[in-house]
Protein backbone atom coordinates (compact mmCIF):
# COMPACT_ATOMS: atom_id res chain seq x y z
CA UNK A 1 0.00 0.00 0.00
CA UNK A 2 0.95 3.77 -0.50
CA UNK A 3 3.24 5.47 2.71
CA UNK A 4 4.30 7.96 2.79
CA UNK A 5 6.10 9.57 5.73
CA UNK A 6 7.34 13.30 5.93
CA UNK A 7 10.01 13.85 8.85
CA UNK A 8 12.01 17.43 9.54
CA UNK A 9 9.31 19.20 11.79
CA UNK A 10 10.35 21.07 14.29
CA UNK A 11 10.40 24.61 16.06
CA UNK A 12 12.81 27.36 13.91
CA UNK A 13 13.28 30.84 14.49
CA UNK A 14 12.36 33.42 11.73
CA UNK A 15 15.00 34.05 8.87
CA UNK A 16 16.39 30.47 9.25
CA UNK A 17 16.16 27.09 7.33
CA UNK A 18 14.46 23.63 7.67
CA UNK A 19 14.62 21.00 5.39
CA UNK A 20 11.84 18.64 5.19
CA UNK A 21 12.16 14.54 3.93
CA UNK A 22 9.11 12.24 2.74
CA UNK A 23 9.84 8.34 2.28
CA UNK A 24 7.68 7.37 -0.30
CA UNK A 25 6.78 3.32 -0.35
CA UNK A 26 4.04 0.88 -2.23
CA UNK A 27 4.51 2.78 -5.27
CA UNK A 28 6.77 3.45 -8.10
CA UNK A 29 7.84 6.74 -6.87
CA UNK A 30 9.95 7.56 -10.21
CA UNK A 31 6.72 7.78 -11.95
CA UNK A 32 4.29 9.82 -10.32
CA UNK A 33 4.61 13.59 -9.52
CA UNK A 34 4.75 14.70 -6.14
CA UNK A 35 3.20 17.66 -4.39
CA UNK A 36 3.83 19.71 -0.96
CA UNK A 37 0.98 20.93 0.71
CA UNK A 38 0.59 23.05 3.60
CA UNK A 39 -2.46 23.52 6.66
CA UNK A 40 -2.04 26.14 9.21
CA UNK A 41 -3.73 25.60 12.01
CA UNK A 42 -7.41 25.62 12.19
CA UNK A 43 -6.87 26.96 8.56
CA UNK A 44 -7.73 25.32 5.58
CA UNK A 45 -5.41 23.52 2.70
CA UNK A 46 -2.83 25.77 1.06
CA UNK A 47 -1.48 23.98 -2.25
CA UNK A 48 2.62 24.47 -1.87
CA UNK A 49 4.83 23.43 -4.41
CA UNK A 50 4.80 19.98 -7.33
CA UNK A 51 7.78 18.20 -9.12
CA UNK A 52 7.31 16.42 -12.01
CA UNK A 53 7.98 12.53 -12.31
CA UNK A 54 11.59 12.90 -13.31
CA UNK A 55 12.57 16.27 -11.01
CA UNK A 56 12.94 18.31 -14.85
CA UNK A 57 10.37 21.10 -13.56
CA UNK A 58 8.44 22.49 -10.63
CA UNK A 59 5.78 25.04 -9.64
CA UNK A 60 5.54 27.08 -6.86
CA UNK A 61 2.66 28.97 -5.11
CA UNK A 62 3.42 32.75 -5.24
CA UNK A 63 3.74 32.94 -1.31
CA UNK A 64 6.60 30.74 -1.18
CA UNK A 65 8.36 31.12 -4.28
CA UNK A 66 12.15 32.01 -4.15
CA UNK A 67 12.25 30.80 -0.72
CA UNK A 68 11.31 27.15 -1.01
CA UNK A 69 12.78 24.53 -3.14
CA UNK A 70 10.71 21.00 -4.01
CA UNK A 71 13.34 18.31 -5.23
CA UNK A 72 13.51 14.56 -5.09
CA UNK A 73 16.22 11.62 -5.42
CA UNK A 74 14.25 8.97 -7.53
CA UNK A 75 17.30 6.59 -6.20
CA UNK A 76 16.21 6.93 -2.90
CA UNK A 77 12.35 7.11 -3.21
CA UNK A 78 12.42 10.40 -1.56
CA UNK A 79 11.04 13.82 -1.84
CA UNK A 80 12.26 17.06 0.32
CA UNK A 81 11.40 20.69 0.78
CA UNK A 82 14.31 23.02 1.53
CA UNK A 83 12.88 25.70 3.61
CA UNK A 84 14.90 29.02 3.76
CA UNK A 85 14.19 32.82 4.97
CA UNK A 86 11.28 31.00 6.82
CA UNK A 87 8.57 33.18 8.19
CA UNK A 88 5.48 33.45 11.20
CA UNK A 89 3.33 32.40 8.25
CA UNK A 90 4.97 29.78 7.15
CA UNK A 91 3.85 27.92 10.53
CA UNK A 92 2.00 25.19 8.83
CA UNK A 93 1.45 21.03 9.09
CA UNK A 94 3.37 20.09 5.87
CA UNK A 95 1.62 17.22 3.99
CA UNK A 96 3.69 14.99 1.44
CA UNK A 97 1.36 14.05 -1.66
CA UNK A 98 1.16 11.90 -4.56
CA UNK A 99 0.18 12.66 -7.76
CA UNK A 100 -2.30 11.01 -9.77
CA UNK A 101 0.25 10.69 -12.44
CA UNK A 102 3.54 11.95 -14.01
CA UNK A 103 2.67 15.50 -14.49
CA UNK A 104 1.96 18.36 -12.29
CA UNK A 105 -1.76 19.23 -13.46
CA UNK A 106 -2.97 15.91 -12.04
CA UNK A 107 -4.89 15.33 -8.72
CA UNK A 108 -3.49 13.87 -5.55
CA UNK A 109 -4.47 10.72 -4.53
CA UNK A 110 -2.52 9.65 -1.22
CA UNK A 111 -1.02 11.70 1.12
CA UNK A 112 1.25 11.70 4.54
CA UNK A 113 0.43 12.03 8.05
CA UNK A 114 2.00 15.65 8.14
CA UNK A 115 5.10 16.96 9.75
CA UNK A 116 4.68 20.22 11.88
CA UNK A 117 6.97 23.48 11.12
CA UNK A 118 6.82 26.17 14.11
CA UNK A 119 8.43 29.23 13.13
CA UNK A 120 9.23 31.40 16.29
CA UNK A 121 12.20 32.86 18.17
CA UNK B 1 -8.95 34.48 0.08
CA UNK B 2 -8.94 31.17 -2.43
CA UNK B 3 -9.14 31.10 -5.53
CA UNK B 4 -12.22 28.33 -5.24
CA UNK B 5 -14.96 29.48 -3.60
CA UNK B 6 -16.97 26.92 -0.70
CA UNK B 7 -19.69 27.38 1.43
CA UNK B 8 -17.71 27.49 5.24
CA UNK B 9 -20.44 25.12 6.55
CA UNK B 10 -23.62 23.01 5.63
CA UNK B 11 -25.38 20.63 7.68
CA UNK B 12 -28.33 18.05 7.44
CA UNK B 13 -29.93 15.43 9.41
CA UNK B 14 -28.38 12.22 9.89
CA UNK B 15 -29.90 10.01 6.56
CA UNK B 16 -30.42 12.98 4.62
CA UNK B 17 -28.55 14.28 1.47
CA UNK B 18 -26.23 17.43 1.33
CA UNK B 19 -24.58 19.31 -1.63
CA UNK B 20 -21.30 21.64 -1.04
CA UNK B 21 -20.72 23.73 -4.22
CA UNK B 22 -17.37 24.91 -5.38
CA UNK B 23 -17.00 27.85 -7.60
CA UNK B 24 -13.93 28.99 -9.58
CA UNK B 25 -13.45 30.27 -13.15
CA UNK B 26 -12.24 29.06 -16.64
CA UNK B 27 -8.74 29.14 -15.45
CA UNK B 28 -8.98 26.34 -12.85
CA UNK B 29 -12.12 24.60 -12.66
CA UNK B 30 -13.47 25.42 -16.03
CA UNK B 31 -10.31 23.54 -17.97
CA UNK B 32 -9.01 21.16 -14.99
CA UNK B 33 -9.91 18.28 -13.69
CA UNK B 34 -11.88 18.64 -9.85
CA UNK B 35 -10.46 16.22 -7.04
CA UNK B 36 -12.77 16.21 -3.34
CA UNK B 37 -11.19 15.45 -0.55
CA UNK B 38 -12.53 14.93 3.19
CA UNK B 39 -10.04 15.59 6.28
CA UNK B 40 -11.53 14.21 9.72
CA UNK B 41 -10.49 15.74 12.64
CA UNK B 42 -6.97 15.90 13.72
CA UNK B 43 -6.21 13.40 10.10
CA UNK B 44 -4.66 13.85 7.02
CA UNK B 45 -6.88 14.84 4.08
CA UNK B 46 -7.80 11.19 2.02
CA UNK B 47 -9.11 11.60 -1.62
CA UNK B 48 -13.15 11.20 -2.47
CA UNK B 49 -13.32 12.16 -5.74
CA UNK B 50 -11.22 12.81 -8.66
CA UNK B 51 -11.29 13.26 -12.56
CA UNK B 52 -14.56 15.27 -11.20
CA UNK B 53 -16.74 12.27 -10.64
CA UNK B 54 -14.93 9.09 -9.91
CA UNK B 55 -14.38 7.32 -6.73
CA UNK B 56 -11.46 5.71 -6.12
CA UNK B 57 -11.86 1.90 -4.28
CA UNK B 58 -13.15 1.97 -0.96
CA UNK B 59 -15.31 5.16 -1.46
CA UNK B 60 -19.05 3.93 -0.91
CA UNK B 61 -21.31 5.33 -4.16
CA UNK B 62 -23.00 7.74 -1.03
CA UNK B 63 -20.16 9.67 -2.12
CA UNK B 64 -20.51 11.51 -5.77
CA UNK B 65 -19.22 14.12 -7.92
CA UNK B 66 -20.30 16.78 -10.82
CA UNK B 67 -19.06 19.69 -12.88
CA UNK B 68 -20.45 22.17 -14.75
CA UNK B 69 -18.92 24.59 -16.58
CA UNK B 70 -16.75 26.80 -13.90
CA UNK B 71 -18.69 25.17 -10.75
CA UNK B 72 -17.82 21.38 -9.25
CA UNK B 73 -20.68 20.04 -6.84
CA UNK B 74 -20.22 16.83 -3.99
CA UNK B 75 -22.90 14.96 -3.33
CA UNK B 76 -23.32 12.89 0.12
CA UNK B 77 -26.45 10.82 0.96
CA UNK B 78 -27.30 8.95 3.69
CA UNK B 79 -25.64 11.09 6.04
CA UNK B 80 -23.56 9.41 8.85
CA UNK B 81 -22.43 11.35 12.07
CA UNK B 82 -18.82 9.56 10.31
CA UNK B 83 -18.95 12.00 7.55
CA UNK B 84 -18.63 14.80 10.18
CA UNK B 85 -15.59 16.25 8.88
CA UNK B 86 -13.91 19.18 6.52
CA UNK B 87 -14.19 19.00 2.77
CA UNK B 88 -12.27 20.77 0.29
CA UNK B 89 -12.11 20.81 -3.41
CA UNK B 90 -9.16 20.55 -5.66
CA UNK B 91 -7.84 21.80 -9.23
CA UNK B 92 -4.58 22.90 -11.07
CA UNK B 93 -4.80 26.83 -11.90
CA UNK B 94 -3.57 26.87 -15.86
CA UNK B 95 -3.37 30.89 -15.57
CA UNK B 96 -1.48 30.76 -12.50
CA UNK B 97 0.75 27.02 -13.19
CA UNK B 98 -0.05 26.35 -9.47
CA UNK B 99 -2.52 24.10 -7.73
CA UNK B 100 -5.76 25.44 -5.75
CA UNK B 101 -8.14 24.10 -3.40
CA UNK B 102 -11.22 25.81 -1.74
CA UNK B 103 -11.40 27.14 1.79
CA UNK B 104 -12.94 24.35 2.72
CA UNK B 105 -16.13 23.46 4.00
CA UNK B 106 -16.99 21.78 7.36
CA UNK B 107 -20.10 19.70 7.14
CA UNK B 108 -22.49 18.74 10.52
CA UNK B 109 -24.47 15.94 11.20
CA UNK B 110 -27.51 17.05 12.83
Known amino acids: QVQLVESGGGVVQPGRSLRLSCAAS????????MHWVRQAPGKGLEWVAV????????YYADSVKGRLTISRDNSKNTLYLQMNSLRGDDTAVYYC??????????????WGQGTLVTVSS | QSVLTQPPSVSAASGQKVTISCSGSSSNIGNNYVCWYQQLPGTAPKLLIY???KRPSGIPDRFSGSKSGTSATLGITGLQTGDEADYYCGTWDSSLSAGVFGGGTKLTVL
Open chain 1, 51 to 58: ILYDGSDE
Open chain 1, 97 to 110: AKGDYSGYDGGIDY
Open chain 2, 51 to 53: DNN
Open chain 1, 26 to 33: GFTFSNYG
